[in-house]
């Protein structure tokens, strides 16, 4: 299998694994015109979303004769799912390796909100001490009703991590699939029902035309 990567971001530590991986022909490109180059005997490519443009898309399309497997250094795919890409090749992206990190990034903003971070942060600026204020506000997971939006590799793993922290999670998706880290599944249509009751909510969708502005100043005025 001949592999032709174009990343910055944890390109060495691909080439490393991919090093030992018999079979594996790998070619690293830094530019467009460098994957017009390497691209027509490739069967797999590999790059993040943020690099597939709508020229890449015309030269996978005109010069990639080979190529089966497109696998993205990233969990989002707008950018492919924008500019197209050829019709017998596979797209998977890197959804499961970034959700530990995502989610746990997503659940520490949380609990700064919750807990009245930004606040402590500003009276400590001060050199102010308000033993009331801040306190009488804060909250916490385990008191909380939590709407996650979308439940895919990350949506699902902010669940995990929040009902360990007592919240109750609803999860809302296109297909209402019960999962084991939602106490609720609900369809994305029920979004206007949800938030009413919700504490907080967490986006977790892919960027797309249908999720542009599913959530504004008419969705937070439900809370």
């Not at 017998?88 to 990034?105: L, S």
């Not at 995990?160 to 297909?175: E, P």
């Not at 599944?185 to 967490?202: C, F, Q, T, Y």
């Not at 797309?208 to 100043?217: D, Q």
Request: a neutral charge; hydrophobic letters at 50%.
């Amino acid at each position: 299998m001949k592999a032709v990567m174009r990343a910055r971001l944890g390109a060495a530590a691909i080439q490393a694994r991919l090093k030992n991986v018999p079979g594996v022909e790998l070619t690293t490109v830094d530019t467009e015109d460098d994957l017009a180059a390497a691209i027509p005997d490739a069967d797999l490519l590999m790059l993040p979303d943020s690099h597939y443009s709508a020229e890449t898309a015309r030269i996978l399309k005109e010069r990639a004769k080979k190529l089966s497997w497109i696998q993205l250094l990233s969990a989002g795919y707008d950018a492919v799912g924008r500019h197209g890409y050829p019709a017998n090749v596979a797209v998977t992206n890197a959804g499961p390796a970034f959700a530990p990190a995502v989610a746990t990034q997503a659940l520490g903003l949380l609990l700064g909100i919750q807990r009245q971070i930004p606040i402590l942060l500003a009276d400590q600026k001060n050199h102010a001490w308000d033993k009331g204020g801040a306190r009488e506000r804060c909250a916490a997971p385990i008191d909380s009703t939590i709407a996650v939006l979308g439940f895919g590799y990350i949506g699902s793993e902010i669940g995990r991590l929040l009902q360990a922290f007592g919240a109750h999670v609803v999860a809302l998706t296109r297909s209402a699939k019960p999962h084991p880290y939602a106490d609720e599944s609900l369809s994305i249509n029920e979004l206007r029902n949800v938030l009413p009751r919700a504490d907080a909510g967490v986006i977790a969708l892919a960027a797309s035309p249908e999720t542009r502005h599913l959530i504004g100043a008419p969705a937070f005025a439900l809370m």
